[in-house]
C-alpha cells in the first residue's frame, strides 16, 4: 500500500527499456527517438551562454516567473504569426520544461478518470503514459496515410463522452504520418461539432524535407484548441524548453498547475535559447538539419523498397525522424526485435503504441544514424526480416 493507486496502472516507457539493451557499441540502433548530435549548435549555445552570464548573471541564475521568460514568449508568438498566419499573443504561451510537460500539464488540468480521450493508434507513447496518471477512457482513432481515420473519428465522438483529442499531425511519432490539409479542416470541424478540446502537438512541424508547408489544425478550428513546441528537435533536448499556447483563462489554468509542479522552467535556459535565436541564422541552422535527415531517410527508404522482401511496407516521411514498417499479419515484430539484437541493430516494436494488442509493426529511427552505420544496419535487418519470413 505504499504506492498511490495512480501509479497502478501506469507502466514504464518501454522505449527506454529497449534503450538500455540497445546500448551496446555493437549495436546499431533505430531504436532511440533521439536528434543527431552533429546537428546541435554546441559553439553557438557556448557563446549565448556566456553572452547571458556576463550581461545579466544574476537575473538568468535567479527565480522567474512561472510564464516564462518574456522576450522568448514573444518570438514564439511571433513564429505563429509569420510562419502560420496564426494570431497567437505571447500572453497566451507558457514555456515548459519541454513539451513532455506540457502533456502532463493538460492531463491534471483536464482529464478526470474515465474522460474520454481521443489518442491516435498508433500513438506517442509518451502522451500514453502522462496521461495514463490522470485515468482517462482512452478512445484510439486509426491513423490513415492521409492523417486520423474521419469516419471512425466522427463514430467516436458521436458515441459521446469526449471530452480532449490529443494529435501529432505532422511527421507523427512513432509513423512518420503527416494529416493532408483536407483532413486537417475535417477534424478541426468535428473536434468543434462536438467540443472537444484539441490538443495539438508539434514538434516535428519545421523538419519538413519534401512537399509543401501544411498549417496545424488549430488554424481551421473554431471550437477549444491548446498547441504545443519545443526547441528540442530544433535546437536541443538537453535544455529542456518547450512552451504551450492556450487561451488566456485555459492558460491560467495551466500556469497554476506548472507552479505547483516546478514553479518555471529554468531561467538560464531560457535566456540562453533566446540569445541563440536573435545571434544566429536559424531558418540556415534549421535547414542544416533538414538535409541532413532528408538524406538518411532516403537511404533508409531505398534500403527496405530494395532489400526488405515483398509483404513488407513503409511509410515515407515528409519530414521527422521516424517511419514506420508494417510486417505481413501474424507476424511479431517483438519475436523480430530479439532477432534483431543478436544481430546487432534495434529497432522499437509497435506493440506499446497501441492501446490493444498489435505485434505486427515497428517503428524505424532515421534522424540518429550516420549513412554508413544506415547501410549497414538495415542490411543486418533486411536478413533478419527474410529468415524471419522463410
Ligand atoms: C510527439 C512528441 N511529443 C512530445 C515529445 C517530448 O519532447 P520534449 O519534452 O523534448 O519537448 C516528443 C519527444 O520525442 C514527441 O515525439
Redesign the pocket.
Known amino acids: 500500500m505504499l504506492f498511490s493507486q495512480r501509479m497502478a496502472g501506469v507502466r514504464r516507457s518501454y522505449i527506454r527499456e529497449i534503450l538500455k539493451v540497445t546500448a551496446r557499441p555493437e549495436v546499431i540502433s533505430f531504436a532511440g ?1 533521439l536528434p543527431h548530435p552533429e546537428s546541435f549548435p554546441v559553439q553557438a549555445v557556448a557563446k549565448a551562454a556566456a553572452d547571458v552570464l556576463a550581461e545579466s548573471g544574476p537575473d538568468a541564475l535567479q527565480y522567474s516567473t512561472t510564464e516564462g521568460f518574456a522576450p522568448l514568449r514573444e518570438w514564439i508568438a511571433a513564429r505563429y504569426r509569420e510562419r502560420h498566419g496564426i494570431e497567437v499573443s505571447a500572453d497566451e504561451v507558457l514555456i ?8 502532463d500539464l493538460i492531463g491534471k488540468v483536464f482529464l478526470d478518470p474515465g474522460d474520454g480521450l481521443v489518442v491516435e493508434r498508433p500513438g ?1 507513447i ?2 500514453i503514459q502522462s496521461f495514463s496518471l490522470y485515468g482517462p477512457d482512452f478512445r484510439p482513432v486509426t491513423l490513415t496515410e492521409k492523417g486520423l481515420d474521419c469516419t471512425e473519428l466522427e463514430r467516436v465522438l458521436k458515441a459521446g463522452g469526449v471530452k480532449a483529442m490529443y494529435l ?1 499531425p505532422s511527421f ?2 512513432p509513423s512518420g504520418i503527416t494529416y493532408d490539409l483536407e483532413t486537417r479542416q475535417k477534424v478541426a470541424g468535428l473536434a468543434a461539432e462536438y467540443g472537444a478540446l484539441l490538443v495539438e ?4 512541424g519545421e523538419l519538413r524535407f519534401k512537399g509543401g508547408a501544411i498549417p496545424p489544425i488549430r488554424k481551421f478550428t473554431t471550437g477549444p484548441a491548446i498547441l ?6 530544433i535546437v536541443a ?1 538537453g535544455l ?3 512552451w504551450l499556447v492556450a487561451p488566456t483563462e485555459m492558460r491560467d489554468k495551466l500556469v497554476t498547475a506548472k507552479q505547483a509542479a516546478d514553479l518555471h522552467t529554468s531561467s538560464l535556459t531560457q535566456r540562453i535559447i533566446h540569445r541563440f535565436l536573435t545571434d544566429n541564422d536559424l531558418e540556415a541552422h534549421i535547414e542544416s538539419i533538414r538535409s541532413r535527415y532528408g538524406a538518411q531517410r532516403d537511404r533508409m527508404v531505398a534500403a527496405i523498397h530494395e532489400r526488405f522482401p515483398a509483404g513488407v511496407s513503409c511509410t515515407e516521411p515528409e519530414g521527422g ?1 521516424f517511419l514506420w514498417v508494417t510486417l505481413p499479419e501474424g507476424i511479431s515484430a517483438r519475436k523480430l526485435f530479439e532477432a534483431a539484437l543478436a544481430r546487432n541493430v534495434a529497432f522499437v516494436p509497435g506493440r506499446p503504441f497501441y492501446l490493444e494488442e498489435v505485434d505486427n509493426t515497428f517503428r524505424l529511427n532515421f534522424s540518429n544514424a550516420s549513412l554508413p552505420a544506415i547501410d549497414e544496419g538495415m542490411d543486418r535487418l533486411a536478413a533478419c526480416i527474410r529468415e524471419h519470413l522463410s
Open positions: 527517438g515548459t520544461t519541454g513539451s513532455q510537460q506540457a502533456l506517442y509518451g502522451a501529432v507523427q511519432n502537438d508539434n514538434p516535428y504545443l513546441g519545443t526547441f528540442s528537435k533536448p529542456r524548453v518547450g525522424m
